[in-house]
């Protein structure tokens, strides 16, 4: 048994790990860059149609606003869902993205968005800001075909 210098509590054993990102597969974008908020609702509408629950997109952008990779960051119930900044900027850092934009679903149909929405899309703001990731836009999409930017509405 190894021990620490000057005492005998037993040595801890670090791990030594890497960290890779698995593509789990692709979509086709025509428009190449998002640069309105329609052209991002396009994108994530592909995943977010038809859910029965509430999902949570991250989907992370170079620096010419082109699509890098797209990661489903939380699954909540019907009406709301647990998000946490380090899950969100987690794939963000892993994808070495310039800037990223959240999407999730409102499944009632109703785009409006929730106090909880707000509050998330604020504290996430800010942590892209510590880290060096834009927070662009924050859109809600619903089985309509609508959609609601909060850029937009000038909540973010």
Do not use: W
């Amino acid at each position: 048994m190894i021990v620490a210098e000057n005492n005998n509590t037993p040595a801890k054993r670090v791990s030594i790990v890497s960290i890779k990102m698995v593509k789990e597969g692709s979509i086709l974008y025509a428009g190449r860059k998002i640069t309105t908020s329609s052209q991002a609702a396009e994108i994530a509408r592909q995943f977010l149609e038809d859910c029965d629950r509430e999902k949570l997109i991250v989907c992370c952008l170079d620096t010419k606003n082109q699509p890098l990779s797209m990661s489903v960051v939380s699954i909540g119930s019907l009406n709301s869902s647990i998000v946490h900044p380090r899950e969100v900027y987690k794939i963000a850092i892993l994808s070495n993205a310039s800037s990223i934009i959240l999407f999730n679903n409102h499944p009632s149909g109703d785009t409006t968005p929730s106090n909880e929405d707000i509050s998330i899309t604020t504290r996430l703001k800010e942590c892209g800001k510590l880290i060096g990731v834009e927070l662009i836009d924050h859109i809600i999409i619903s089985d309509e075909g609508k959609y609601c930017s909060l850029k937009e509405k000038g909540i973010l």
